[in-house]
């Protein structure tokens, strides 16, 4: 502590006091978090956007068990099917948000995490005898016929499967977990989890993972308390002054939408690894903007000389782990905590790369935490008439979800093969809203583009997407 004491005593006032504050920060999480290490169990506050997925799911008379999130990854070594099950067996013990259920009465859905049972959601599929070429498309029926299996009354509500495909080549390990508990940040977690608890149980070693942090229902809790205080109402007048009356839409290639099948379309593109190095590197040279703005930046820039307005509507999906309330770290916590706000954002007139990216990143800056307050204010603030004056304003036509720097290390390595419909066929959206992803693995940024067929030429999307790319390219080479 003395030395604590000497090296404050040396710092600035404003940075002692940034200091001393997350010291006392992070006490007050420790001790909150002592009393969640065990089991958790017991009833559990929907969040808005759970509510907003089941009404969306009724109104369109879709599965409610089949919104699921997943990924699959490379196996480098056989996997013994008895230490995998153990392995699943301690995850559900640890992430409480994998025993979450929903049961509906007469009037409304309730959720409540349930204790751990003897059935064990882990399987393994032997395709080690097929010829290399069939076992693609038997690892991709398997996997459609799993994201079918989930039950958010009855469970499981996670699925984990091994594919063996021989000594020749790596398996396949496939997770599956319904949307209810997951996002992809929480994918992330479980993958990582899951390799560490199967080391440590094949090396005959303690279970040992990091300590739980703050559990989703004290996390929701939490949240509908803040939703309805005073505090809350200070976002006001941030929210209601941003340029809701400049948005313009999108051209649509088929008007005639509204009446049109869904037909789900995919395009990917990629900057190479050294184009991305410089990218990342250039990061200094735009005033503290994160790697994130600059994506987004040359993303707004192709808005704009599509639909010819400076002014731009997106939803804007994040994490949801950041530090939002006293005593409530999310940093490895499993569930569907990602922040879903409509956001706002307007270019500069001038086409120098970096004020472009220095406006983008004051505005982003600028949003009262991190948007959190938008969803808040519009779905559990309690208040009708300013609920309604929410839903007054423009619905976006654009999701955007930025998955941050991935390394194979990480996750293991990515696969070829499709995991299957993470969703029931039916639309779940507005035809003519699009999801955009983008991240940046082993070094490479990556953009993934979902859409709607009946809206859109694929032609359209890929001159989208490809401009996209010629725009990083610009920036990179701009910052050698």
Same mark, same amino acid.
């Given at each position: 502590?003395?030395?604590?004491?000497?090296?404050?005593?040396?710092?600035?006032?404003?940075?002692?006091?940034?200091?001393?504050?997350?010291?006392?920060?992070?006490?007050?999480?420790?001790?909150?978090?002592?009393?969640?290490?065990?089991?958790?169990?017991?009833?559990?506050?929907?969040?808005?956007?759970?509510?907003?997925?089941?009404?969306?799911? +009724?109104?369109?008379?879709?599965?409610?068990?089949?919104?699921?999130?997943?990924?699959?990854?490379?196996?480098?070594?056989?996997?013994?099917?008895?230490?995998?099950?153990?392995?699943?067996?301690?995850?559900?013990?640890?992430?409480?948000?994998?025993?979450?259920?929903?049961?509906?009465?007469?009037?409304?859905?309730?959720?409540?995490?349930?204790?751990?049972?003897?059935?064990?959601?882990?399987?393994?599929?032997?395709?080690?005898?097929?010829?290399?070429?069939?076992?693609?498309?038997?690892?991709?029926?398997?996997? +459609?016929?799993?994201?079918? =299996?989930?039950?958010?009354?009855?469970?499981?509500?996670?699925?984990?499967?091994?594919?063996?495909?021989?000594?020749?080549?790596?398996?396949?390990?496939?997770?599956?977990?319904?949307?209810?508990?997951?996002?992809?940040?929480?994918?992330?977690?479980?993958?990582?989890?899951?390799?560490?608890?199967?080391?440590?149980?094949?090396?005959?070693?303690?279970?040992?993972?990091?300590?739980?942090?703050?559990?989703?229902?004290?996390?929701?809790?939490?949240?509908?308390?803040?939703?309805? =205080?005073?505090?809350?109402?200070?976002?006001?007048?941030?929210?209601?002054?941003?340029?809701?009356?400049?948005?313009?839409?999108?051209?649509?290639?088929?008007?005639?939408?509204?009446?049109?099948?869904?037909?789900?379309?995919?395009?990917?593109?990629?900057?190479?690894?050294?184009?991305?190095?410089? $990218?990342?590197?250039?990061?200094?040279?735009?005033?503290?903007?994160?790697?994130?703005?600059? *994506?987004?930046? +040359?993303?707004?820039?192709?808005?704009?000389?599509?639909?010819?307005?400076?002014?731009?509507?997106?939803?804007?999906?994040?994490?949801?782990?950041?530090?939002?309330?006293?005593?409530?770290?999310?940093?490895?916590?499993?569930?569907?905590?990602?922040?879903?706000?409509?956001?706002?954002?307007? $270019?500069?007139?001038?086409?120098?790369?970096?004020?472009?990216?220095?406006?983008?990143?004051?505005?982003?800056?600028?949003?009262?935490?991190?948007?959190?307050?938008?969803?808040?204010?519009?779905?559990?603030?309690?208040?009708?008439?300013?609920? +309604?004056?929410?839903?007054?304003?423009?619905?976006?036509?654009?999701?955007?979800?930025?998955?941050?720097?991935?390394?194979? =290390?990480? $996750?293991?390595?990515?696969?070829?093969?499709? *995991?299957?419909?993470?969703?029931?066929?039916?639309?779940?959206?507005?035809?003519?809203?699009?999801?955009?992803?983008?991240?940046?693995?082993?070094?490479?940024?990556?953009?993934?583009?979902?859409?709607?067929?009946?809206?859109?030429?694929?032609?359209? *999307?890929?001159?989208?997407?490809?401009?996209?790319?010629?725009?990083?390219?610009?920036?990179?080479?701009?910052?050698?």
């Amino acid at each position: 502590m003395d030395d604590l004491a000497e090296r404050l005593a040396n710092l600035s006032p404003e940075k002692r006091d940034l200091i001393l504050r997350q010291l006392a920060q992070k006490e007050d999480n420790e001790r909150s978090n002592q009393n969640e290490q065990g089991l958790v169990t017991g009833p559990v506050p929907l969040l808005p956007v759970q509510k907003q997925l089941l009404t969306m799911l +009724a109104t369109y008379h879709l599965n409610y068990h089949h919104y699921n999130t997943g990924t699959m990854v490379e196996v480098a070594q056989p996997l013994n099917p008895e230490l995998a099950k153990q392995t699943v067996r301690h995850l559900l013990l640890h992430h409480d948000a994998l025993r979450l259920r929903l049961t509906r009465d007469e009037s409304e859905w309730q959720q409540y995490i349930v204790p751990p049972d003897d059935d064990i959601p882990f399987s393994t599929q032997d395709f080690s005898l097929l010829p290399e070429e069939e076992q693609p498309t038997a690892i991709e029926a398997a996997a +459609a016929a799993l994201q079918t =299996s989930l039950n958010i009354t009855t469970g499981p509500i996670l699925r984990i499967a091994y594919f063996n495909l021989g000594s020749h080549q790596p398996g396949r390990l496939l997770f599956i977990v319904h949307h209810i508990a997951s996002d992809a940040y929480s994918l992330q977690l479980l993958v990582k989890d899951f390799t560490t608890i199967y080391q440590q149980i094949a090396e005959g070693k303690a279970i040992q993972l990091p300590p739980k942090t703050t559990s989703v229902k004290r996390r929701a809790e939490r949240m509908l308390e803040y939703g309805r =205080s005073t505090e809350l109402r200070n976002e006001l007048d941030y929210w209601f002054a941003l340029p809701w009356t400049d948005i313009v839409p999108f051209p649509l290639d088929f008007p005639e939408r509204v009446t049109a099948p869904l037909q789900p379309q995919s395009i990917k593109v990629t900057l190479q690894r050294e184009e991305t190095q410089n $990218l990342i590197r250039s990061v200094g040279r735009f005033d503290g903007a994160q790697i994130r703005d600059i *994506i987004l930046t +040359a993303l707004l820039s192709v808005f704009a000389s599509w639909n010819g307005s400076l002014t731009q509507l997106l939803a804007m999906h994040n994490h949801g782990r950041k530090q939002f309330f006293d005593g409530v770290d999310l940093f490895r916590t499993v569930g569907w905590l990602t922040v879903h706000p409509n956001v706002v954002l307007q $270019l500069p007139t001038t086409d120098i790369p970096e004020e472009m990216v220095r406006a983008i990143t004051e505005q982003m800056e600028r949003i009262p935490g991190d948007g959190l307050g938008y969803e808040l204010l519009r779905n559990a603030s309690g208040d009708a008439e300013l609920t +309604a004056k929410f839903h007054a304003l423009p619905s976006p036509n654009i999701v955007f979800n930025y998955l941050g720097q991935q390394h194979s =290390s990480d $996750l293991s390595r990515s696969v070829k093969e499709s *995991i299957g419909p993470q969703a029931s066929l039916s639309n779940l959206w507005k035809n003519d809203i699009q999801m955009i992803f983008a991240k940046i693995v082993d070094f490479q940024v990556h953009l993934y583009w979902e859409y709607s067929g009946t809206v859109y030429q694929r032609s359209t *999307i890929e001159r989208l997407a490809n401009q996209f790319i010629e725009t990083l390219q610009s920036m990179a080479r701009s910052s050698r």
